[in-house]
């Protein structure tokens, strides 16, 4: 089986914070799962489902939440667990073409999946780099 788990990387630069936010806050809009969040309505996105990964959640009480801003606007990358921040330069990259992976990299003597961020928003939420009018 796949025993080894999967490591995926986002950069920081698409990071506004990362928040831990408790499982009954979500709630469902448009088909949607959002979170109260700031005074908005956050949308949320689960990277298991886009990249096709099993979940392995052992705590459900909470999930660890990437949130990215943009024009005052946020959304919400649930992820698994959040591993390790690094400071890196990547050497050695593999060009990908699949949905919501950028490259291959190897990042701490591991191979490691580089998000398209821009593209897993712009999946769930086509319009949400338009510029408010």
Partial sequence: ???????????????ARLEEIPINKIEQA???EVVQYRGQIMPLIRLTNILGVESSCENWDSMQVVVYSEQGRSIGLVVDKILD???TTIDVK???????ILASA???QRVTDLLDIQGIIRSADPY?????I
């Fill in 128 to 132: 949400f780099f338009e510029s408010a």
């Fill in 1 to 15: 089986g796949m025993g080894r788990e999967r490591r995926a990387a986002i950069p920081l630069s698409m990071v």
């Fill in 94 to 100: 593999r060009p990908v073409n699949r949905g919501g």
């Fill in 106 to 108: 190897v990042i701490q």
């Fill in 30 to 32: 448009d088909n949607q």
């Fill in 85 to 87: 921040i690094v400071e």
